[in-house]
Nanobody
């Protein structure tokens, strides 16, 4: 059974930083491209960042230069380091493979507000 468990969200002031983690089980983690996605209130879920099996990364234009995705294949975990956070980064953040074929986890709420 596939499980994707996100953690690390919270309330942070504009300009602050957070590090999200996603622990995956039930999948061949090291063989999959992993991605972080987010869904803001009233908006569709969007892809934020991806990392392939070789460690090559891609980012949405809105987060490029501020977010960094990484992975630890030994721990079946993918990370998202977020810095210079903006109010528009407020969303529930999820991880999944790319494309997102598995059921979504519960996500982790990130709120950027002063």
């Amino acid at each position: 059974q596939v499980q994707l468990v996100e953690s690390g969200g919270g309330l942070v002031q504009p300009g602050g930083s957070l590090r999200l983690s996603c622990a995956a089980s039930g999948i061949a983690f090291r063989l999959n491209v992993m991605g972080w996605y987010r869904q803001a209130p009233g908006k569709q879920r969007e892809q934020v960042a991806t990392i392939n099996t070789a460690g090559t990364t891609t980012y949405a234009d809105s987060v490029k230069g501020r977010f960094t995705i990484s992975r630890d294949n030994a721990k079946n975990t993918v990370f998202l380091q977020m810095s210079s956070l903006k109010p528009e980064d407020t969303a529930v953040y999820y991880c999944n493979i790319v494309p997102p074929l598995y059921a979504w986890g519960q996500g982790t709420q990130v709120t950027v507000s002063s």
